[in-house]
């Protein structure tokens, strides 16, 4: 079983920064990719950004590119979702979520999810 737990949310101005955090615990193993997920009230969970666990396979949504970068440090169990240039429509509850195997843009497809943390970007 593995426990994943974000951080890092809270409430900028349009054009700012977060860095939100997603670790993880329990029993870890390699090949687990991971992937953040956000949604707003009224709205599915959307896919945001996957990686996959040595790093080399990265994926975001088209609404985030070049503004949003998601890394990964193996050695602290821990990935990371580095958010620039903030908008308004960016604001949504944001979730981890991990799976065995290769990265995945399917809410479905994951096996492990955290509780979500609030981002909210005023204008």
């Known amino acids: 079983q593995v426990q994943l737990v974000e951080s890092g949310g809270g409430l900028v101005q349009a054009g700012g920064s977060l860095r939100l955090s997603c670790a993880a615990s329990?029993?870890?193993?390699?090949?687990?990719?991971t992937a953040w997920f956000r949604q707003a009230p009224g709205k599915e969970r959307e896919f945001v950004a996957a990686?996959?666990?040595?790093?080399?396979?990265?994926r975001y949504t088209d609404s985030v590119k070049g503004r949003f970068t998601i890394s990964r440090d193996n050695t602290k169990n821990t990935v990371y979702l580095q958010m620039n240039s903030l908008k308004p429509e960016d604001t949504a509850v944001y979730y981890c979520a991990a799976r065995a195997g290769s990265t995945s843009r399917l809410v479905v497809e994951y096996e492990y999810w955290g509780q979500g943390t609030q981002v909210t970007v005023s204008s």
């Open positions: 329990g029993r870890t193993f390699s090949s687990y990719a």
């Open positions: 990686i996959s666990w040595s790093g080399g396979t990265t």
